[in-house]
């Protein structure tokens, strides 16, 4: 039997084989990164020095001996970040995640089956999108506004789902820092979306990843779960609030429904250092760091939407979100964004388009995600310079930059947008 | 919607709920802990300061920047220490997973569907049986001797396999400190085996989570994927040679199969600092730390050895196993151990019952599994007795421990082992 022979034998839904791993582009503005210079090396380094002296020795048994929930102290510093959510539990109530992709899999899992109907908000989570398909279930894209899901619509569609016999299971949203439009959801929205949940018997799974980063909105409304924990999962995560090379996240639930995601969790346990460190520096830092690393994206996010406005004008719009590490972009129209990605990354720069994103791929092709967290400033700035010479050069769009006026054939239709360019 | 009524939307595949922990056993024999003893604290201590403080800014990218195969330092300790198991590769040829079970279910996944045959030892780590009941497939045990898989009785199975119509897709096998039984494959075996997958069109999956711990035997063969790595996938783990709360396993195979093993990996990467930390130590300290920690496991086996024979005489048998963490004690054929279990546990022994680790479950009814690796030596001996005695009271077996007749009525049939039972 060859090589080929062997891969014969893999099963006809494995996926398409990744491709060789050949480095990260010089503009990165994909995935959900986080910045370096936000890492905090000596006090990490401070926090693994303490807890493996006084716990080392508990790495030689499964899970610490602190059981399948995960390590104790990790839990107990969950429930106490929790409780800034309007969640009232104890660490018993939590169960340590290897990030909160591992949360996706399992209560996905718990309540999916090929065939069963999920709404999720019409742009989401790529990798929720790519879980879900796999998995063949129906996905319908519920509409966003500037303040998260339409809940009219969302009714509607619940309503339109159970007169076809085809009720909807569970509604997955992000609403506190949507992803990728950074929106969040206010009061009123959330106590319609619970109420709609028992009555048409369905499932919200409430993903707050992004729930501690907010630096420019006041109020933001308590946690779904926290209103409603009979209908309701919760899962977060530290990837954005430390590093995502950590897989450290949490799931939160109703002992009936945890005891069965812990069941599904058949991999012997989380990391142990990476639990035992994002506890012990987190129990004493949390505060303090959440100053610090919101301070750094806000003025990175600020560089971005300055060299936005300069490089594409008014051509282009976003809502500037509160918080977050994502800047969700629109273009004309008539732009499809993929067309611009394989030029983008021959010359180093790299963004996610709208359709990865986008429950229904097509609405999104005139969109694009960046992330402004892991470039440095200046970066940022060259990279979104760049961006814009290379849709100029493939689709002659925008025709005027940094307030000069690209293409002569094209000036006196331009002309007529002066004024507002330069207001913007 | 009531607690329960969010319970009713649970798929009908959900497994039964967890129940709560409750903590260890005084007397811990059952599961893979490894000696607490054995755990380097001030070393890893020091790796963990060395390591954070270069890289730890690294933690704000995915994969620490180095790519979906993990940590590059950590693959290129892997395929140093591979090269010990005849192993040629280079880190690129490596996939970093979340321990050893992590390597299983991605494996599992992408060769085998339900209704597909595989065939593992007839005795086996419970976790893979576990999986594979999940997956629905059906399952063969290949007879073992004391030099791993009957090959001549593997062969006739798989030609019978062959003839119905129902070939054999893979075989899983833990050549090298077999678990439960502590077995190694002899490489006239393993040579045959490479033969029959050639001829019969199988994967070999080989499973060496325990090949770095042998301290009894000379002459370990290479790993059966130095010999054919066109027809085998090979796994190992950090979790026996350093500790279980760590989730530090390895994937390796040829990169038409691994690459499709990195796709279904949807796990946005394994525990960054677990990973950095285990590279870190064991490129400095690997083969010292293996001394230690055999010389520490040598003396525990010996106690639970020496403790067995005092408390059951010559009732019961065991091959000492060369290696590992496990001993696997055959009771006489009239005791199934299952009975033993609640009671045992009720007086804080806890042990693994053979069922659990069988293929088919009843052909090891009179057989358990006792992890010596992680009480002390105290421990052991206490835990032993106190487990002969609930036996006795249980099952009225043994009839002599430690010398003395405990049953006066039975006295002449026992006294005729009596020479026996001393000079073991």
New interface residues.
């Given amino acids: 039997?060859?090589?080929?022979?062997?891969?014969k034998?893999?099963?006809?839904?494995?996926?398409?084989?990744?491709?060789?791993?050949t480095?990260?582009p010089k503009y990165n503005f994909v995935?959900?990164?986080?910045?370096?210079?936000?890492?905090p090396?000596?006090e990490?380094?401070a926090a693994?020095?303490s807890v493996?002296?006084r716990e080392?020795?508990?790495?030689?048994?499964?899970?610490?001996?602190?059981?399948?929930?995960g390590y104790q102290p990790l839990r107990e510093f969950v429930a106490g970040k929790l409780a800034g959510r309007g969640i009232s539990c104890t660490s018993?109530d939590i169960l340590i995640t290897?990030?909160s992709?591992?949360g996706l899999?399992l209560v996905f899992?718990?309540?999916?089956?090929q065939g069963?109907t999920i709404v999720v908000e019409e742009f989401t989570y790529s990798?929720v999108l790519?879980?879900l398909r796999n998995q063949e279930v129906e996905i319908i894209g519920a509409p966003l506004t500037e303040h998260g899901i339409d809940i009219v619509r969302l009714e509607e569609l619940l309503e339109a789902q159970h007169k076809k016999g085809r009720p909807v299971?569970?509604v997955y949203t992000i609403p506190t820092i949507q992803n990728p439009t950074g929106t969040i959801m206010p009061m009123e929205s959330r106590e319609r979306l619970v109420a709609l949940?028992?009555q048409y018997?369905?499932?919200i799974f409430e993903d707050e990843c992004y729930a501690d980063l907010i630096w420019a909105a006041d109020g933001v409304p308590p946690s779904i779960y926290s209103m409603a924990p009979?209908?309701t999962v919760h899962i977060g995560s530290f990837?954005k609030t430390?590093?995502?090379?950590?897989?450290?996240g949490y799931a939160i639930a109703?002992w009936?429904?945890l005891?069965?995601i812990?069941?599904?969790k058949?991999?012997?346990?989380?990391?142990?250092?990476?639990q035992m460190?994002v506890a012990e520096y987190f129990s004493h830092h949390f505060s303090n760091h959440l100053v610090r690393l919101t301070g750094i994206l806000d003025e990175k996010l600020k560089v971005m939407s300055e060299a936005i406005d300069a490089a594409f004008g008014s051509g282009v719009s976003y809502h500037v979100p509160p918080g977050g590490i994502f800047l969700w972009l629109k273009f004309p129209d008539y732009i499809d964004v993929r067309k611009l990605t394989a030029p983008a990354l021959a010359a180093g720069v790299a963004f996610n388009p709208g359709p990865e994103w986008s429950a229904n791929g097509e609405a999104a092709r005139s969109w694009m995600r960046l992330c402004f967290?892991?470039p440095s400033k200046e970066i940022i700035a060259e990279g979104i310079r760049k961006l814009s010479e290379i849709c100029y050069a493939e689709i002659g769009f925008p025709e005027i930059s940094g307030n000069r006026v690209r293409s002569q054939s094209r000036l006196p239709e331009s002309k007529m947008n002066g004024d507002d360019i330069t207001a913007r």
């Fill in positions: 039997m060859s090589s080929s022979g062997l891969a034998l893999v099963t006809a839904k494995s996926p398409a084989p990744t491709q060789r791993f480095g990260l995935g959900g990164h986080n910045a370096p210079e936000g890492i090396v000596l990490l380094t693994a020095n493996l002296q080392g020795h508990l790495l030689a048994l499964y899970n610490l001996s602190h059981g399948p929930l018993d290897s990030g992709t591992q899999n899992s718990l309540f999916l089956e069963s990798s790519n879980r299971r569970m949940a028992r018997n369905f499932v009979d209908v990837s430390l590093g995502p090379a950590l897989r450290v109703e009936s429904i005891s069965r812990v069941a599904l058949n991999d012997a346990g989380s990391g142990a250092i990476d460190v967290a892991l």
